[in-house]
């Protein structure tokens, strides 16, 4: 698999360290790696960075993680960049909300390793 | 269950207790690498000198606190991490985390009620001289587990 470049946005740090982690484990190559603790932080990530793939919270001060995602979708040059979420909220509405929105995959946190490359890895176009 | 079946009811009916400790085990194995065992309250009274909480609200509103000494706090923090070096800023972090995924992961067990409550940013203390007034009416649940034979305490109060 090709090296890849990926936007972490969370609140806390120590969970976008986790984050990286587990997509290392998963096999996935980083390039490098962006962070944002939020959703403002990460829209002005992205117009300075190109990246392949975002992982993102939801529950975060400033922007939330479903208002980014709708941000994102507006975004002519990062619409197509595949986002994840990994968030607390386990709920089949914030689910819904999330897929409409946008994201193409969703993790319930407390997450496994196997867990982040079981979702992130289709939305690479890579098989699990 | 009626949505406006009581906090007292619906944590009689439907046992919490298990479900809080079962989501404790849960976090704790998951993210931290660890089993960790409810153990006697009476027994194991944990050293404060760390509390996260979390602020729940909607079907169900109150607080979520977990609660442990300082050396326990940096180490659930290194472990989280792969057995690195922490700041103090990650080790509040890293507790801040478990408090999130430990509500979260008791809501998602509640049947009817993850869509309709809805939890705050986590919030930590470091020290021990304070005291802490939650908007509740005394109605909790809660369990203390031992984290490398040290008492952790999670504690959920909430409005009835």
Not at chain 1, 25 to 47: C, D, F, Y
Not at chain 2, 87 to 99: F, M
Not at chain 2, 120 to 126: K, L, R
Request: hydrophobic fraction near 40%.
């Amino acid at each position: 698999m090709d090296k890849i470049q990926a936007l972490i946005v969370d609140d806390s740090s120590v969970m976008r360290k986790i984050v990286e982690r587990s997509l290392r484990q998963a096999g996935i190559e980083l390039e490098k790696v962006v962070e944002a603790s939020n959703g403002a932080e990460a829209l002005s990530a992205l117009h300075n960075n190109l990246v392949d793939l975002i992982l993102c919270d939801i529950n975060m001060p400033v922007m939330d993680g479903l208002e980014f995602v709708r941000e994102v979708a507006k975004l002519e040059s990062a619409k197509h960049i595949p986002i994840v979420m990994i968030t607390t909220e386990g709920s089949e509405s914030h689910v819904v909300q999330a897929l409409t929105a946008g994201a193409r995959g969703y993790i319930r946190k407390p997450f496994t390793p196997d867990q982040v490359k079981e979702h992130v890895l289709p939305v690479l176009g890579k098989k699990p | 269950m009626s949505t406006d079946t009581s906090f007292i009811t619906r944590s009689h009916e439907e046992n919490w207790l298990p479900v809080l400790e079962l989501a404790v085990e849960e976090v704790f194995e998951i993210m931290v690498g660890c089993r960790v065992k409810p153990v006697a309250q009476s027994e194991h009274k944990p050293n404060g000198e760390f509390t996260a909480m979390i602020g729940l609200a909607g079907a169900l509103c109150g607080i979520l606190t977990v609660c442990c000494d300082a050396k326990t706090a940096g180490q659930i923090a290194r472990k989280m991490l792969g057995d690195t070096a922490t700041s103090a800023d990650e080790v509040g972090d890293a507790l801040g985390e478990i408090c999130n995924m430990i509500a979260g992961n008791f809501k998602n067990k509640l049947a009817g009620t993850d869509e309709r409550c809805m939890l705050s940013v986590p919030t930590v203390i470091s020290g021990e001289e304070y005291s802490l007034h939650s908007m509740t009416d005394g109605n909790s649940v809660e369990t203390i587990v031992l984290f490398e034979d040290i008492p952790v305490a999670v504690r959920l109060e909430l409005q009835s």
